[in-house]
Structures are given as structure tokens and as C-alpha cells.
């Protein structure tokens, strides 16, 4: 197998080509979405020999691609999700510097803040409410009126009567995210075999011990599941049950040059992210349509009149293209931990909306639980 340390090709020779008596990784990840390269990229640090399995032809092809890149986490609550949403937040400086100087990718991550918008009572009695519960436990939220709003965005409805700022959510560029800790992983001898999918585990009596792909066997020690919403086709081969199925997210790209906006803004079931680049993210639709990523013209009219809604003037940009992905949606996901039935085969699949905002924390867990046995934060709560 061809070690593609650089990433610059992501096109990894097929298995026919190699002596497969040679193949075997310390640990087997199957998904090479961000999920998978930041499990990889940990796993890595720790100097634990890894290989990643994709069908698709590079990193990041299916919901780690097509997200807006996000980082938010506005509960009020110290529940487990909402504690794991904001320690994975935490990570985020650190890593951007770290994967900056380690591959020389900038992921942009970028502390711009959000902002909630409200238009009518109804929706300011609920966003203010939420505010007043994350000031009490010691969170941070900013009740702004109208006249606040317009002063930072002055691009806005002149017909919401309020909002909400939280001044610490963030944003990244999640393309270059899932490259650079590829890139990260690679450097550290991750090795990554694309274009094949896995078509069977073997086994030794209960346990397992390989992989098939392409007709070939390749041995492992242990086993990650991260495979987005095809994750419980996976888990599947094993006889598991890991219930999750995909959800359609439609997303639109507008031009605006000179920029007009800086927060991302949350509004009219939509929101609005501006990138470094001048451009308007759109998004998103939530469609539980199966394995279906056609964009509609349904779905880009309603992202488009509730874009234009939050901020009238982007009726006068350019339109730049729309697509669509598919995130994976686990009623009480994301799963983390392991596989019932199995002592080494783990999970980590089913983060919904929040794959890049979860990465960074899922990334450490699991190579955590793999290597120690001992995970910084219990993952009980995200068990199967």
C-alpha cells in the first residue's frame, strides 16, 4: 500500500497491487470525514499506527464538505452533551495553531461571534429567556435591541426588534479542517486508503480481526466505526444495530464583495455565515429523504427568501452555486464509545448538525479510550 504521507494525492493504489500478508494497522478507522481524520490525527500524536478506509476518493467527500463550519454551542445547561459541545469548542485555538504550523493549512478558524436574531415577541421571549439562563450559570450572552444589532450589522432587517449575541462562538473553514488534520495524521504515518468501500470484518471466533475491501484482507488490532450516516451499514456486517439515518442539509453560496457582514447570524430558520473570502454562506435545509443529495429548487427558494429575509440586501449579490449533504442523524447521538459485543470495535458516528463543532473532542476520546482505556470525559451518556 502506497503511504501518502502529504495528502497531496489523495488517490491511494487500489489493494490488488500489494502483498496483503503485509497489511495490518494497530487500529482500522473506517471513514475518512472529519470525525474519522481527527480520531485518526489523535491517534497519531500517540504514536499509534492507524490506517483510514474511505470509499470515496479523498477526505471529508460527504457531510464534513458540505456543512457551514459552525461553532456553536448555545445551551444553558451543564448536561453531558452540552459539556461536550463546549470542551471540544475549547480545543479549537489550540488545534488551529498547532495544524497551522504542523501542515501549513490555515483551517480559519475564526472567532467572529453569532448573533440571534428575533422578529416577532413570541421569538424574543425565547431567545432572551435562554440568554438570562446561560448569564445565571455563569455563560456568556449579550441582550442586544435593535439599534445594537444594526450598530454591528447595519446590513439587517430593519424589521427584527432584537437579538442575542454570543460573543464566543466561532467558525472554521471545514474543507481545510478535514485536510489539514488528514495532512496532520499523514505527517505522523497515518496511512489512507481511498476509493473502496469495507464489505466484511473478519473474525476470530468473537472477535475481530480485519477488514475486507476489494476482494483483499487487511488485519487490525481494533476497530472505529466513523462513517457518517452509513455508519449503521457498517455496524451491520457485525449483526450491530446502530440506528441512524441521513438528513439532508441543502446549502447556498452568495458573493459579497465589499463584505457586509461579519457575525454569523441565526434567524428565519436559517442562518448566515460570512467567510474570509467575501462570500455568504446559506444553509440549511433539514430533509429526511433517504441517501438523496440532489439540491431542489424547493429547497434553495427557501434558503434564499429567509437569506434575503435576515438581510435584505443580499438580494442584489451574486448567486454562486448550491449543493447539498448529508449529515447523520442518531436520535440520542452521537454515539462514542464501543460497539456492544465487541471489546475492540468502538463508534463514533451519528453528530448530527455538529460534527465540526464536536471533531476536535470526539478525536481525543476515542484515541483516549483506545490507548488508555481511561477517556477524559466519561462517554456513559453516549453509549449505545
Request: with cysteine.
Amino acid at each position: 500500500m502506497s503511504t501518502n504521507k502529504s495528502i497531496k494525492n489523495p488517490n491511494v493504489s487500489t489493494l490488488g497491487a500489494v502483498n496483503t500478508e503485509s497489511l495490518h494497522a494497530d487500529v482500522i478507522v473506517i471513514g475518512g470525514g472529519v470525525i474519522g481524520c481527527a480520531i485518526a490525527y489523535n491517534l497519531a500524536k500517540a504514536q499509534v499506527q492507524t490506517l483510514v478506509i474511505d470509499k470515496a476518493d479523498s477526505v471529508g467527500r460527504e457531510a464534513s464538505w458540505a456543512g457551514a463550519g459552525i461553532l456553536a454551542s448555545h445551551a444553558s445547561t451543564h448536561d453531558p452533551y452540552a459539556e461536550l459541545c463546549r470542551a471540544s469548542l475549547g480545543l479549537y485555538p489550540a488545534l488551529a495553531e498547532a495544524l497551522q504550523a504542523e501542515t501549513q493549512i490555515d483551517i480559519e478558524f475564526i472567532r467572529s461571534g453569532s448573533i440571534a436574531v428575533f422578529f416577532t415577541d413570541e421569538e424574543k421571549q425565547g431567545l432572551t429567556g435562554l440568554a438570562s439562563r446561560r448569564l445565571d450559570r455563569g455563560f456568556s450572552a449579550e441582550v442586544l435591541t435593535p439599534e445594537e444589532v444594526w450598530e454591528l450589522e447595519p446590513a439587517i432587517s430593519k424589521s427584527i426588534v432584537g437579538g442575542v449575541r454570543f460573543p464566543h462562538d466561532a467558525q472554521v473553514r471545514n474543507p481545510k479542517l478535514v485536510q489539514a488534520l488528514a495532512k496532520g495524521a499523514g505527517l505522523l504515518g497515518t496511512e489512507f486508503l481511498f476509493g473502496n468501500p469495507v464489505t466484511a470484518f473478519l473474525r476470530d471466533g468473537e472477535r475481530v480481526v480485519g477488514v475486507e475491501v476489494n476482494g483483499e484482507h487487511i488485519y487490525g488490532d481494533t476497530f472505529v466505526i466513523a462513517s457518517g450516516c452509513w455508519s449503521g451499514t457498517i455496524a451491520a456486517q457485525l449483526g450491530g444495530t446502530l440506528p441512524m439515518e441521513p438528513a439532508r442539509g441543502q446549502m447556498v453560496l452568495a458573493e459579497a464583495m465589499p463584505p457586509i457582514l461579519r457575525h454569523v447570524i441565526d434567524g428565519l430558520g436559517v442562518y448566515l455565515v460570512p467567510r474570509s473570502d467575501g462570500k455568504i454562506l446559506i444553509g440549511a435545509t433539514v430533509e429526511f429523504v433517504g441517501y438523496d443529495k440532489r439540491t431542489t429548487l424547493e429547497g434553495t427558494r427557501q434558503m434564499i427568501e429567509a437569506g434575503i429575509g435576515l438581510m435584505p440586501s443580499l438580494a442584489e449579490k451574486s448567486f454562486v452555486q448550491t449543493w447539498a449533504g448529508l449529515r447523520p442523524y442518531a436520535k440520542g447521538g452521537p454515539y462514542i464509545g464501543g460497539l456492544p459485543g465487541f471489546d475492540n470495535v468502538f463508534v463514533a458516528a451519528g453528530h448530527f448538525k455538529n460534527g465540526i463543532l464536536l471533531a476536535p473532542i470526539t478525536g481525543q476520546l476515542i484515541s483516549e479510550l483506545i490507548t488508555t482505556g481511561n477517556p477524559s470525559m466519561s462517554l456513559a451518556p453516549f453509549s449505545l
